[in-house]
Each structure stands twice: as C-alpha cells, then as structure tokens.
C-alpha cells in the first residue's frame, strides 16, 4: 500500500482506479468479514455479505458520493448486507425449507486463531440484545471508535459507549455464571 488515506482511495476509486479499489478491499475486507462472521454466526453468509458489498460499491463506481468517512460507510453497509441476508434466511426459516444451525454449532466453528474461550464468549454475545451486540462486534471486530459505531448505526456516540459497557457486563456475568 502507498499510505494513501481512506478518502484518497475512494476519490481513485470515483476516477476508474481499480488499483484504488483493491487497496480498499485489503484494507477493509477482513474487518467487514469478521464484524459479518460474529453478526450471522455463518462464514460463507459473511462472505456473501461483504461481496455484496464490494459489488454494490463497484457497481456504483464514478457516481459514488463524496464520502467523508469511508470506514463508517464500509461499516453502515456490511450492516445493511448483513441485514438483508438474516431477512433471506428469515423468510427461508419460516417456509421451512432450511434448518438452521443452532448457537452452540455456530460458536464450534471457530475462525482460524480465535482464542479457545471465544466458543462460550461467542455463544453469550449471541444471547445479548441485538443492539448490544452490534456494538460489541463492531467495536471489538471492525475495530470502530464509539463515535464511528454512532454514524454506522444511526446513534450517539454516548448511547453506543453505554450499550458497549452494559453488553460487557451482562457478558460478564453470563460467563461468570456459566463457570460457577
């Protein structure tokens, strides 16, 4: 990579660099990967979603915005990609088609290097309201300040450091008393 910021990329990227692109998907891809890993509990539903966002933002090429922060835009859009595949899988599940794994399945299929403790914290962020654990997996995955998880979900940065502390809590004392 040149050093070249976020913004410089995506201004490349408006002009037909598809170099400028490829910098932005190695800088960016494993970050969305994972925040769409810990949402979905599913790896190749998480790739489907961060392709999807890589096409839509290929797709939309030279008419792209100006965006001022490209991470929270990353981030706003793994969102939504993640939020439309869980509406697909909703509407299978009520259909009856598809069985879906349950939350000990998902947190036995450990991404390469998590530690050996992520199966219990997996399976307790899984059991926490879905707002806190948008916040947990986007601070802790994407990597996101408070202020950025605020634009990406549409909050304060305050309401997003509470529901971060008050995800962490509840963590705690579900792992604490699964110990006991």
Same mark, same amino acid.
């Given at each position: 990579?040149?050093?070249?910021?976020?913004?410089?990329?995506?201004?490349?990227?408006?002009?037909?660099?598809?170099? %400028?692109?490829?910098?932005?998907?190695?800088?960016?891809?494993? +970050?969305?990967?994972?925040?769409?890993?810990?949402? $979905? %509990?599913?790896?190749? %539903? %998480?790739?489907?979603? *961060?392709?999807? *966002?890589? !096409?839509?933002?290929?797709?939309? =090429?030279?008419?792209?915005?100006?965006?001022?922060?490209?991470?929270?835009?990353?981030? @706003?859009?793994?969102? #939504?990609?993640? =939020?439309?595949?869980?509406?697909?899988?909703?509407?299978?599940?009520? !259909? =009856?088609?598809?069985? @879906?794994?349950?939350?000990?399945?998902?947190?036995?299929?450990?991404?390469?290097?998590?530690?050996? @403790?992520?199966?219990? *914290?997996?399976?307790? !962020?899984?059991?926490?309201?879905?707002?806190?654990?948008?916040?947990?997996?986007?601070?802790?995955?994407?990597? $996101?300040?408070?202020?950025?998880? =605020?634009? *990406?979900?549409?909050?304060?940065?305050?309401?997003?450091?509470?529901?971060?502390?008050?995800?962490?809590?509840?963590? +705690?004392?579900?792992?604490?008393?699964? #110990?006991?």
């Amino acid at each position: 990579m040149d050093g070249a910021t976020d913004s410089d990329l995506i201004e490349r990227f408006r002009r037909g660099d598809l170099g %400028a692109f490829a910098e932005l998907y190695d800088r960016f891809g494993d +970050r969305l990967y994972r925040v769409a890993w810990r949402m $979905l %509990a599913d790896p190749t %539903a %998480a790739e489907d979603a *961060v392709q999807e *966002v890589f !096409l839509a933002l290929l797709k939309v =090429g030279s008419r792209l915005e100006r965006i001022e922060d490209v991470a929270a835009y990353l981030f @706003c859009s793994i969102r #939504r990609a993640v =939020g439309r595949l869980q509406q697909r899988q909703s509407r299978w599940q009520q !259909l =009856g088609d598809v069985e @879906c794994d349950d939350i000990e399945t998902a947190a036995q299929e450990r991404e390469p290097g998590d530690s050996p @403790c992520s199966e219990r *914290v997996l399976k307790a !962020l899984h059991q926490l309201p879905s707002e806190q654990q948008e916040v947990v997996i986007l601070k802790i995955e994407g990597d $996101l300040t408070f202020a950025e998880i =605020g634009v *990406v979900l549409g909050i304060s940065p305050n309401t997003a450091a509470s529901r971060y502390r008050y995800a962490l809590e509840k963590l +705690r004392h579900k792992l604490r008393d699964e #110990r006991e």
